[in-house]
T-cell receptor, first 112, second 114 residues
Framework: DQQVKQNSPSLSVQEGRISILNCDYT??????FLWYKKYPAEGPTFLIS?????DKNEDGRFTVFLNKSAKHLSLHIVPSQPGDSAVYFC???????????FGTGTSLTVIP | DGGITQSPKYLFRKEGQNVTLSCEQN?????MYWYRQDPGQGLRLIYY???????QKGDIAEGYSVSREKKESFPLTVTSAQKNPTAFYLC?????????????FGQGTRLTVV
């Protein structure tokens, strides 16, 4: 059973516009969330994280929003750049747990 | 620079052979993990280790084995018992299992069984 879901396998956005990537989770024990991006044939690289005590965390062009009641988080990239084209994964972990649970990824294409 | 090193980046194996994937970290992290990724799926946990000389099975441990003799190293052996070993393998580490600590990932090893 997929505890972390990314229901959009792909997303295309014009350069300079906002990219919004969504992630839903089912386990109410999750309290730490991460976004990673992955280029082909490379390992994921950490982007941004948020803990459940916050509802927003910002780092440069990247902002993650957490809606605990809806069990939903989103990653906003503003403005989008062609170099942002990659697959983005969200991941979640419970503070009592030992592993991250990952979504299936959303492939973002930023069109110049 | 601190980080995680996985080697090799690409690995080919004949069917029926065991193969060992290397993962080394110089971050002084206690916890290390092995994940597998297949097309269209998220990363799935194979094994994890919270401390030297101790490790636990993840969701898909069958056909794999690990060791944690040193804090820096967590090698993964893909045995001949693994029915579908062709995949992308990622190693990760963080300071402690659980808690709000950032995880670091290696560059991955793409294993192909021929």
């Amino acid at each position: 059973d997929q505890q972390v879901k990314q229901n959009s396998p792909s997303l295309s956005v014009q350069e300079g516009r906002i990219s919004i990537l969504n992630c839903d989770y089912t386990n109410s024990m999750f309290d730490y969330f991460l976004w990673y991006k992955k280029y082909p044939a490379e390992g994921p690289t950490f982007l941004i994280s948020i803990s459940s005590i916050k509802d927003k965390n910002e780092d440069g062009r990247f902002t993650v929003f957490l809606n605990k009641s809806a069990k939903h988080l989103s990653l906003h990239i503003v403005p989008s750049q062609p170099g942002d084209s990659a697959v983005y994964f969200c991941a979640a972990r419970a503070n009592t747990g030992n592993q991250f649970y990952f979504g299936t990824g959303t492939s973002l294409t930023v069109i110049p | 620079d601190g980080g995680i090193t996985q080697s090799p980046k690409y690995l080919f194996r004949k069917e029926g052979q065991n193969v060992t994937l290397s993962c080394e970290q110089n971050l002084n992290h206690d916890a290390m993990y092995w994940y597998r990724q297949d097309p269209g799926q998220g990363l799935r946990l194979i094994y994890y280790s919270q401390i030297v000389n101790d490790f636990q099975k993840g969701d898909i441990a069958e056909g794999y084995s690990v060791s944690r003799e040193k804090k820096e190293s967590f090698p993964l052996t893909v045995t001949s018992a693994q029915k579908n070993p062709t995949a992308f393998y990622l190693c990760a580490s963080d300071r402690t299992a659980g808690g709000n600590t950032e995880a670091f990932f290696g560059q991955g090893t793409r294993l192909t069984v021929v």
